[in-house]
């Protein structure tokens, strides 16, 4: 009698498509969300062993329009969300299924962390600024005859070699015009632990014209010797202002190979409409605008320092 309603039962969980290891191994796992701040939505993918509907969340609130998302009804089981995440940053992105079989619990899936891609130029300015790294001449230590050349960009150096930061900016607030000694107030470089900012100066150098700062490694008075990551930060602050550019349009006359445009309908010149920038005068003066910059990249891709192998 007992073996008739074993099998009795094995039959009815059969005719409904479902297996007893189903009750105890429901799962789901969730792929995705390589989500860019301020861009296109990011497809995250849940993957469920049984079928049914998943509630999608991001640091533990609901995503709007992913609160009950239907899997396919064929295996594999999948249901997608589109995220726009709300902030840049680290997020736990999570799921919670609901199995079509009502027998079968709840099952919450394993956080899915993720990084929210931000600009590797953190603070918003009207300043516009490209920093890179340069190996300075004059370099000296063990491996300075093979590792001494100047002007290789890196961001690895060794103990006793010389930094040089190069600065490249812009003013939007000046219709983008290049920072220079002209316009520019000051300009520095901040560097976690040391004492003193580095001054940032302009000049040309062979043919080109830039900011730059030096930093001195090594275990000399006055240099650098802290190992591993150096956090820094770069500082430029414009000069107050009285006139600047504005953008403006005008109309001048649509000319080919030399030739005013005449509409031969009306015997009237056609005119082209240009875009050009005037100065204009401010008063009260424009304050001078102040951009920073700190690198945002992985710390494994930022400026380090290390000892030289022995």
């Known amino acids: 009698m007992k073996k008739i309603i074993a099998s009795v039962a094995i039959a009815t969980f059969a005719s409904l498509g479902v297996t007893t290891a189903n009750a105890a191994d429901a799962t789901l796992a969730l792929s995705g969300g390589n989500a860019v701040f301020g861009l ?3 497809v995250i993918t849940a993957t469920a062993s049984v079928p049914g509907s998943v509630a999608f969340s991001a640091a533990g609130k609901a995503i709007s329009g992913c ?5 396919t009804t064929v295996a594999p089981f ?30 919450n899936s394993p956080a899915l962390n993720v990084k929210v ?13 490209y920093v890179d790294t340069v190996l300075a001449s004059g370099t000296t230590g063990a491996l300075a005859p093979r590792f001494g050349v ?3 960009i890196t961001s690895e150096y060794l103990l006793g070699q010389g930094i040089v930061f190069r600065v490249y900016a812009n003013n ?20 976690s632990g040391w004492p003193t900012k580095i001054p940032l100066t302009y000049g040309n150098h062979s043919g080109v014209s830039f900011w730059t700062g030096v930093l001195r490694t090594g275990t000399a008075n006055g240099q650098y010797s802290t190992l591993g990551l150096i956090n820094f930060k770069v500082t430029m602050v414009a000069k107050d202002t009285t006139t600047m550019k504005v953008l403006s349009t005008k109309l001048v006359p649509k000319m080919v190979n030399g030739v005013r445009q005449v509409d031969p309908s009306t015997g ?8 050009y920038y005037r100065s204009v005068s401010v008063t009260p003066a424009l304050k001078g605008a102040t951009g920073t910059w700190s690198s945002n990249f992985a710390a494994y891709s930022q400026l380090t320092l290390y000892a030289v192998p022995k």
């Open 40 to 42: 296109d939505p990011a």
């Open 268 to 275: 009237r010149t056609i005119y082209d409409r240009v875009s």
């Open 78 to 107: 999948v249901a997608k969300c589109s995220w726009v995440p709300a902030a840049a940053g680290a997020t736990a992105l999570t799921g919670v299924l609901t199995p079509t079989d009502t027998s079968i619990a709840k099952v």
């Open 117 to 129: 891609g931000t600009p590797v130029q953190g603070v918003i300015s009207p300043i516009h600024m």
């Open 67 to 71: 609160e009950v998302v239907a899997t």
């Open 150 to 152: 100047s002007c290789a």
């Open 172 to 191: 939007a607030d000046w219709g983008g015009t290049v920072m220079d000694s002209s316009n520019t107030a000051q300009a520095y470089i901040e560097v």
